[in-house]
């Protein structure tokens, strides 16, 4: 479900476990495919804002599960049920994320055709992509 508010975006994944509200004014969006092999098993296509914030409420504990990304620096947020939801980054104690546009059937966005491939950064690289293109993060209790 994609509801617009006045200067924000309500979103949940399919069964509605995983809710998040963004503030993002960009429009359109441009969504990024990861070549990794994670991120193509999950067919995740991801939208990000750095000038805007991402807020998330995990509603029951038990269908959510947190897979920590190779270099140890990112969570993939998945739904039991829906898969990766968003991805999450703590940069110098501030939260980043980028969310799965597909998983939480986004309708406004493009997607940029040239897959990506991060293999070849070093850590410090990854972490200033992030803090300069993803949006801020706040998970809601």
């Given at each position: 479900?994609?509801?617009?508010?006045?200067?924000?975006?309500h979103l949940?994944?399919?069964?509605?476990?995983?809710?998040?509200?963004?503030?993002?004014?960009?429009?359109?969006?441009?969504?990024?495919?990861?070549?990794?092999?994670?991120?193509?098993?999950?067919?995740?296509?991801?939208?990000?804002?750095?000038?805007?914030?991402?807020?998330?409420?995990?509603?029951?504990?038990?269908?959510?599960?947190?897979?920590?990304?190779?270099?140890?620096?990112?969570?993939?947020?998945?739904?039991?049920?829906?898969g990766v939801?968003?991805?999450?980054?703590?940069?110098?104690?501030?939260?980043?994320?980028?969310?799965?546009?597909?998983?939480?059937?986004?309708?406004?966005?493009?997607?940029?055709?040239?897959?990506?491939?991060?293999?070849?950064?070093?850590?410090?690289?990854?972490?200033?992509?992030?803090?300069?293109?993803?949006?801020?993060?706040?998970?809601?209790?």
């Amino acid at each position: 479900m994609q509801a617009l508010c006045e200067n924000s975006m309500h979103l949940n994944c399919k069964c509605g476990n995983i809710d998040i509200e963004w503030d993002t004014k960009v429009s359109p969006l441009v969504a990024r495919k990861c070549g990794c092999e994670y991120c193509t098993q999950q067919n995740g296509e991801f939208v990000s804002d750095a000038d805007s914030t991402v807020s998330y409420k995990i509603r029951d504990s038990s269908l959510h599960k947190i897979v920590r990304n190779g270099s140890g620096t990112a969570d993939f947020h998945e739904c039991k049920s829906c898969g990766v939801v968003l991805v999450t980054s703590e940069i110098e104690n501030v939260l980043y994320s980028v969310i799965n546009a597909k998983a939480l059937s986004l309708k406004d966005y493009t997607l940029d055709p040239k897959v990506k491939n991060y293999n070849g950064e070093s850590v410090d690289e990854r972490l200033s992509r992030r803090k300069k293109n993803w949006c801020r993060a706040k998970a809601c209790i």
